[in-house]
């Protein structure tokens, strides 16, 4: 009888006789190495992590392979672990299993501070969301899912002020400014969406159009609207969520590539003509992280020269691991930090 249930990482089921050799050919099918298994992730939240792709139905089928130890019939195998050459580590290196992240809220980190959050409603924006207000702060979430907002702002027993707004309205900032009394102390520029990874001979006019809208325009008007506060106050933090895409050209399609590229332009140009007040600017670039964020589809060209590239990715994180990573420069913690861009990728930047 097998342990492996939905919750159980999906590092643990390519070692089942079974349902590993399904996972393996899987992964293969889609040009992918067994590297991309090794991931700390329950197995069912691949399901929103995946975008549709690894869809609920497939959880099932996996864990009745691992229970009966059949294969189902119709689906892509690989052979077993074991039945080809291992890559061997250095002669004399013990390689252990590495260990598991457990988030550590720091009590009061936010206390008495007021935090604004875009795309508060899910991901890495609600990760970030939920932690400042568990550390004491209160968060003006931001996002265009009322219901997602509502759902936030009924874990926080009034900490968390939802803000239904879509940030590319010029009257969103005011919003924003109106539901934070006119004091934010620190802004995190979460929201974002995704390109179809086109290139740039593919590129339609409405999805660049709109991720520059959200990627690029929004950041700089919810910026625009709060930095003559914090100039006033003396201080104030912002990070501007950037994007694996910030950092390389093979990470996504042109679109969101150049906002992301950007984004970094924009932050690095504000910390330096702040340096001094008070005022910080720093960026995170998280890598693949399961947050289910939608993909537009994908471009016969552009999709095909990324999805290369992806194999490299060293894995999935957990939204609550970049967003560990913004809490920290959105903090009082990240004094003498100005202009950084910090990948938050798991090494995939250095690959």
């Known amino acids: 009888m097998s342990n492996l249930t939905p919750a159980s990482p999906l590092r643990d089921w390519p070692a089942d006789p079974a349902a590993g050799q399904v996972l393996r050919g899987l992964s293969a099918s889609r040009g992918q190495g067994e590297q991309a298994l090794a991931l700390g992730l329950p197995l069912e939240q691949l399901v929103q992590a995946s ?11 996996l864990v009745t392979a691992a229970e009966t130890g059949r294969i189902p019939e119709g689906l892509p195998t690989a052979p077993p672990a074991g039945t080809a050459p291992a890559e061997e580590p ?32 899910s991901g890495i924006g609600r990760a970030v969301a939920s932690r400042v207000r568990r550390e004491g702060g209160r968060v003006i979430a931001v996002d265009v899912s009322a219901d997602g907002l509502a759902a936030l702002a009924a874990e926080s027993d009034g900490a968390v002020v939802p803000v239904t707004a879509d940030i590319t309205a010029p009257e969103s900032a ?40 959200i990627n690029v325009d929004g950041p700089m008007r919810l910026m625009r609207a709060v930095v003559p506060g914090m100039l006033a106050a003396g201080g104030g933090r912002i990070v501007n969520v950037v994007s694996e895409a910030a950092l390389r050209g093979s990470a996504a399609g042109a679109a969101y590539t150049t906002s992301k590229h950007a984004l970094v332009g924009l932050t690095k140009s504000s910390a330096y003509q702040y340096a001094g007040t008070g005022v910080q600017v720093n960026a995170v670039a998280p890598g693949a992280v399961a947050t289910g964020i939608r993909v537009p589809g994908a471009a016969p060209y552009g999709s095909v020269r990324t999805a290369r590239m992806r194999v490299a990715i060293p894995g999935l994180a957990t939204a609550e691991e970049p967003a560990a990573s913004i809490t920290f420069l959105l903090s009082k913690d990240a004094v003498n930090i100005n202009g950084a861009i910090l990948p938050s990728d798991g090494g995939w930047s250095v690959a």
């Open 51 to 61: 975008g549709g792709t690894f869809p609920r139905e497939l959880v099932d089928v």
């Open 90 to 121: 250095d002669p004399g290196i013990e390689i252990g299993t590495p260990e598991q992240w457990t988030e550590q809220i720091t009590p009061g980190r936010f206390d008495g501070q007021t935090v604004v959050v875009t795309g508060a409603a």
């Open 174 to 213: 005011d919003a924003v400014l109106a539901a934070a009394d006119g004091r934010v102390d620190a802004l995190a520029n979460v929201a974002g969406v995704m390109d179809d990874d086109a290139a740039v001979h593919e590129v339609d006019d409405t999805i660049w159009e709109r991720v520059m809208r």
